[in-house]
């Protein structure tokens, strides 16, 4: 084979890598952001009373269960 079929063999799989390897990499991110939200109750709560606001279990839940749902949309 020609030095340019290698070389344009060489670009295709690099180019299929990197798309691969975005998409792989996004997958992981968004599996490991549902196992490890970045937010938990007790981090919801503490900025809940910085703000002035006093956090009952009921809102603690409806806003826990906004960022939950919010995660699963995509």
């Known amino acids: ?3 340019g079929i ?3 063999i060489v670009i295709i799989a690099a180019v299929l890598g990197f798309v691969g390897g975005f998409f792989a990499a996004r997958k992981y991110m968004e599996d490991y952001l549902k196992k490890n939200p970045p ?3 007790q981090m919801m709560r503490t900025m809940m009373i910085q703000m002035g606001q ?3 279990e009921k809102k ?3 806003m826990m269960n906004a960022m939950k749902n ?3 949309k995509k």
Request: hydrophobic letters at 35%.
């Open 39 to 41: 937010i938990n109750e």
């Open 60 to 62: 603690l839940h409806q």
């Open 1 to 3: 084979m020609s030095t």
């Open 70 to 72: 919010n995660y699963g």
């Open 54 to 56: 006093k956090p009952s």
């Open 6 to 8: 290698w070389v344009l």
